[in-house]
């Protein structure tokens, strides 16, 4: 059976390239960077030549740029790590509520632990507002959270405002750009951004390696005690088969980013436009403009979601839903809960997120698949 994988905001697969590069880590240059003969040196100059590629993207220095072991850690590093080390200077933090676990259940963590945090609402397009920012912020606020781009919904943050506003308030600046790094435009100078998290297998890199961006001068807490690796932030010898890998994509990403994004678009835009000529009563979650390219998130009133899911899993479709399987029982999203989908749209959601190798003709495909479910779920609902 022919399969489609309409899943990349889950993950992505290893761009063919990428995985060459990671070979030659593996095999040729496998020496310990830290070493001194010309093993270790050529190891080391893969670890700088991906930290240089990666900065690229963002417009940083590839001395800004620490290794860790994903997203999920690089949000628990920028946020634990700055608040450990400024908690003298105050106690408060806040976050959006509809970041990606990584940092909602972090902050929790840091309430528990004492500190106070504030869950900024976004608005019902997933979209955290300059105001609202502007509204919550206090004199003790050592830090703000705000994701780049919405995981489920795809919407896209005003990341330069906020980042502006904070510079001016001497307040740090953390982004989760797991799903916009390589993707479209980032620039931390012009955006006043000063922590950033990246992913590999977010960008057609491997899965287990991601970065955090940390601005000159920004100090963290240590996590990680032993070597002097990564500026101190995190000891231990290097993934360099990961890093030559993350390295790659990034600079695949950074050359191919317009053309993959007018790609992305134009698919995405020509499956909405199939599925609503064709289906009514259904809604277009997140943003219509601010937007990832290639993210269609849409709610099927009526239907349940999962079941779609699985219908068309069974077809070889990969899709995801509006609700997450949390030991045995199925719960609605809190981030679409957040925007102000009732539980019954959560889980009446779909999020469908294209990729690099789609083509039209699976666009095509899937649309005749979609509809024809949609149809025949509602058809037995309505007996
Ligand atoms: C996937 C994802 C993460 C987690 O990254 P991992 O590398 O899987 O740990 C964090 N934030 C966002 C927005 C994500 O989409």
């Not at 890199?205 to 601005?215: F, S, W």
């Not at 050359?255 to 835009?269: F, G, I, S, Y």
């Not at 509006?322 to 809190?334: F, I, L, N, V, Y």
């Not at 889980?347 to 699976?362: A, F, P, V, Y």
């Given at each position: 059976?022919?399969?489609?994988?309409f899943d990349h905001s889950?993950?992505?697969?290893?761009?063919?390239?990428?995985?060459?590069?990671?070979?030659?880590?593996?095999?040729?240059?496998?020496?310990?960077?830290?070493?001194?003969?010309?093993?270790?040196?050529?190891?080391?100059?893969?670890?700088?030549?991906?930290?240089?590629?990666?900065?690229?993207?963002?417009?940083?220095?590839?001395?800004?740029?620490?290794?860790?072991?994903?997203?999920?850690?690089?949000?628990?590093?920028?946020?634990?790590?700055?608040?450990?080390?400024?908690?003298?200077?105050?106690?408060?933090?806040?976050?959006?509520?509809v970041?990606?676990?990584?940092?909602?259940?972090?902050?929790?963590?840091?309430?528990?632990?004492?500190?106070?945090?504030?869950?900024?609402?976004a608005d019902e397009y997933g979209m955290v507002?300059?105001?609202?920012?502007?509204?919550?912020?206090?004199?003790?606020?050592?830090?703000?959270?705000?994701?780049?781009v919405n995981n489920e919904v795809g919407t896209i943050n005003?990341?330069?405002?906020?980042?502006?506003?904070?510079?001016?308030?001497?307040?740090?600046?953390?982004?989760?750009?797991?799903q916009?790094?390589?993707?479209i435009?980032?620039?931390?100078?012009?955006?006043?951004?000063?922590?950033?998290?990246?992913?590999?297998?977010?960008?057609?890199?491997?899965?287990?390696?991601?970065?955090?961006?940390?601005?000159?001068?920004?100090?963290?807490?240590?996590?990680?005690?032993?070597?002097?690796?990564?500026?101190?932030?995190?000891?231990?010898?290097?993934?360099?088969?990961?890093?030559?890998?993350?390295?790659?994509?990034?600079?695949?990403?950074?050359?191919?980013?317009?053309?993959?994004a007018?790609?992305l678009t134009r698919l995405r835009d020509k499956l909405h436009s199939l599925i609503a000529s064709n289906v009514d009563d259904i809604i277009l979650n997140g943003h219509t403009m601010h937007r990832l390219p290639g993210n269609l998130n849409l709610t099927f009133n009526g239907v349940e979601g999962?079941?779609l899911l699985?219908?068309l899993?069974?077809?070889?479709?990969?899709v995801s839903s509006g609700s997450?399987?949390?030991?045995?029982?199925?719960?609605p999203s809190?981030a679409l809960l957040n925007i102000g989908l009732t539980p019954q749209q959560a889980q009446s959601s779909l999020r469908i997120t294209l990729?690099?190798?789609?083509?039209?003709?699976?666009i095509?495909?899937a649309a005749?698949?979609i509809i024809?479910n949609v149809n025949?779920f509602r058809?037995?609902?309505?007996?």
């Amino acid at each position: 059976m022919k399969r489609i994988y309409f899943d990349h905001s889950a993950t992505t697969p290893v761009d063919r390239r990428v995985v060459e590069a990671m070979m030659a880590a593996l095999t040729d240059k496998f020496g310990n960077s830290s070493s001194v003969h010309s093993f270790g040196r050529e190891a080391k100059e893969l670890l700088e030549k991906a930290r240089e590629d990666i900065a690229n993207v963002m417009n940083a220095g590839g001395d800004e740029i620490v290794f860790t072991s994903g997203g999920t850690e690089a949000d628990n590093l920028a946020l634990f790590g700055y608040v450990y080390k400024h908690r003298d200077k105050g106690r408060h933090i806040i976050v959006s509520n509809v970041e990606h676990p990584a940092v909602g259940k972090t902050a929790e963590e840091l309430e528990r632990l004492g500190f106070s945090v504030t869950y900024a609402p976004a608005d019902e397009y997933g979209m955290v507002r300059l105001d609202t920012i502007k509204d919550l912020l206090k004199d003790e606020t050592l830090l703000v959270s705000v994701m780049h781009v919405n995981n489920e919904v795809g919407t896209i943050n005003n990341i330069g405002a906020i980042g502006r506003l904070l510079r001016e308030r001497g307040v740090v600046f953390h982004t989760d750009a797991v799903q916009s790094f390589g993707k479209i435009p980032i620039d931390v100078e012009e955006m006043c951004i000063d922590l950033l998290s990246l992913s590999g297998h977010k960008i057609y890199g491997p899965k287990g390696i991601g970065a955090l961006y940390v601005r000159k001068g920004i100090e963290l807490q240590k996590r990680a005690f032993g070597g002097h690796h990564e500026h101190g932030f995190r000891a231990g010898t290097e993934n360099i088969p990961g890093i030559a890998g993350l390295g790659k994509a990034a600079e695949i990403c950074a050359m191919e980013l317009e053309k993959e994004a007018a790609h992305l678009t134009r698919l995405r835009d020509k499956l909405h436009s199939l599925i609503a000529s064709n289906v009514d009563d259904i809604i277009l979650n997140g943003h219509t403009m601010h937007r990832l390219p290639g993210n269609l998130n849409l709610t099927f009133n009526g239907v349940e979601g999962e079941a779609l899911l699985m219908a068309l899993d069974l077809k070889g479709i990969g899709v995801s839903s509006g609700s997450a399987c949390s030991s045995g029982s199925t719960q609605p999203s809190q981030a679409l809960l957040n925007i102000g989908l009732t539980p019954q749209q959560a889980q009446s959601s779909l999020r469908i997120t294209l990729g690099r190798d789609n083509t039209l003709e699976e666009i095509e495909y899937a649309a005749e698949l979609i509809i024809e479910n949609v149809n025949k779920f509602r058809a037995m609902s309505w007996n």
